[in-house]
């Protein structure tokens, strides 16, 4: 509300202050066409779309990507993709089918994303997908002065998680995640490691440290995958069962101590119920932490022991080579 005073008169203005816009379903396609907010969480303004770009620049948006050019503007790495993607035979197609089932992608996705990364990184292409790992990896680094780094990844029954507005690009909404434990539970991870014994203790594994209440009692039971020091990508899983009690929680560990080199790994599985719980399994972003609104998520992995000298990331890995 304010007030304005014009010859002699008092005006008095109401601004309504709106909480809640119901979109019916049919006129949503419309609403997000012509209506974009600025802030969803702390100031919630919403505003017209600012004009669409003229018909010269969806133009050149729309044409082939011509890389390493200096042409003027962005081009579709699409249609960049699409020749390749069209030359191969059927069983070529199948070969990325069946490696995007591990990342949730369907072929032509694969495709598009190992491409985009090979071509950033100025690598040939194609080249056929690995069923061990898919686009990006996380990378554990460790070098001098440092020996060990430790990293955990806690489910209790309660915690919040950012899931992805379907239709709405990038923008991300919060979901109270409630994880039911039950057992058994499937730990499962895809590796490659180069590693060299530097002090001790020595170990190296993927664990899922089960917290149950048995008769009074809390115990914690852990169960690893140990990982080979020196190996090319592999598979490697373990069960976990055989508990008495009530399960309260688990966390999962990547430990590393007494080594230096590194290690890769993709595709991580806590499989229980039927569902995966590790977060974030396909290693896109290993080392994100979540900043304003979205601060109440946990990071993917808190690191336990991250001394100097060792780090944590995702890479793609044939970029390391």
């Not at 304005?4 to 008092?10: F, M």
């Not at 017209?48 to 890389?67: D, F, G, M, V």
């Not at 042409?71 to 390749?84: A, N, T």
């Not at 664990?207 to 990508?233: C, H, K, M």
Request: proline share 6%; net charge positive; with cysteine.
């Amino acid at each position: 509300m304010y007030a304005r005073a014009h010859n002699g008169t008092l005006w008095i203005s109401f601004m309504a202050r709106t909480q809640y816009i119901d979109v019916p379903d049919e006129l949503k396609n419309q609403f997000n066409a012509s209506i974009e907010r600025r802030d969803r969480f702390v100031l919630g303004v919403a505003q017209s779309h600012k004009r669409e770009p003229s018909k010269a620049a969806k133009a050149l948006l729309r044409r082939t990507a011509q890389i390493a050019s200096p042409q003027v503007g962005r081009g579709s790495i699409f249609k960049f993709l699409s020749p390749y993607w069209k030359a191969l035979t059927t069983m070529q197609k199948n070969v990325w089918k069946a490696a995007g089932v591990y990342s949730g992608l369907n072929g032509w996705q694969l495709f598009v994303s190992d491409g985009a990364e090979r071509i950033k990184n100025s690598l040939t292409l194609p080249v056929p997908p690995s069923e061990l790992w898919q686009v990006r990896a996380g990378r554990i680094v460790i070098e001098a002065p440092a020996t060990e780094i430790i990293l955990k990844q806690e489910h209790p029954l309660e915690y919040w998680v950012s899931q992805k507005i379907p239709g709405k690009g990038s923008k991300q909404y919060l979901v109270l995640l409630t994880e039911t434990f039950s057992l058994p539970m499937d730990l499962e991870i895809r590796y490659k490691s180069d590693l060299t014994a530097e002090g001790s203790p020595q170990r190296a594994r993927y664990l899922a440290r089960v917290w149950t209440s048995y008769q009074g009692q809390n115990i914690e039971t852990d169960f690893a995958v140990d990982f080979d020091p020196s190996a090319d990508w592999t598979l490697d899983t373990i069960e976990v069962s055989g508990l008495r009690g009530i399960i309260v929680g688990y966390t999962l560990f990547l430990e590393v101590v007494g080594y230096r080199g590194q290690l890769l790994f993709d595709n991580l599985r806590a499989i229980h119920g039927g569902t995966n719980w590790a977060r974030d399994p396909r290693c896109d972003d290993v080392s994100k932490i979540y900043t304003k609104a979205f601060a109440v998520v946990p990071p993917f992995w808190v690191p336990v022991s991250l001394p100097s000298g060792a780090s944590f990331s995702s890479s793609f890995p044939p970029a390391l080579a």
